[in-house]
């Protein structure tokens, strides 16, 4: 799943157990069925990406960083988000994308 600087993403995925596939973008929040949410910004000089985590159990995720004028990745870290909460990774480096990558719930620990 990309998102590009400026971006928010709601998402939802294909769940089976704590194994969540099949990531796609829609254009809200659902009450139906959790829908993370992703918001990826610019605040002074730093780059932020909100997380919101809808489910039941934490959310663990890797990211995957484009600098600006690059065509390469590279792995960035990011914490798992508790349930119920939001969370925040913050970048100083000029970030032009993230690519999330390989979702899933956990127990926390």
């Given at each position: 799943?990309?998102?590009?600087?400026?971006?928010?993403?709601?998402?939802?995925?294909?769940?089976?157990?704590?194994?969540?596939?099949?990531?796609?973008?829609?254009?809200?929040?659902?009450?139906?069925?959790?829908?993370?949410?992703?918001?990826?910004?610019?605040?002074?000089?730093?780059?932020?990406l909100?997380?919101?985590n809808?489910?039941?159990?934490?959310?663990?995720?890797?990211?995957?960083?484009?600098?600006?004028?690059?065509?390469?990745?590279?792995?960035?870290?990011?914490?798992?988000?508790?349930?119920?909460?939001?969370?925040?990774?913050?970048?100083?480096?000029?970030?032009?994308?993230?690519?999330?990558?390989?979702?899933?719930?956990?127990?926390?620990?």
């Open positions: 799943m990309k998102i590009s600087l400026g971006k928010k993403l709601f998402v939802r995925f294909d769940q089976k157990g704590d194994a969540l596939s099949n990531p796609k973008a829609v254009k809200q929040e659902g009450a139906d069925r959790p829908t993370p949410v992703f918001d990826f910004s610019e605040i002074d000089d730093n780059l932020m909100v997380k919101k809808p489910f039941p159990k934490d959310l663990k995720f890797r990211a995957l960083a484009r600098l600006k004028g690059r065509k390469d990745y590279f792995e960035t870290s990011i914490v798992p988000v508790k349930s119920g909460l939001f969370s925040i990774e913050l970048w100083r480096d000029p970030i032009e994308e993230l690519v999330l990558v390989d979702f899933k719930l956990v127990d926390e620990k």
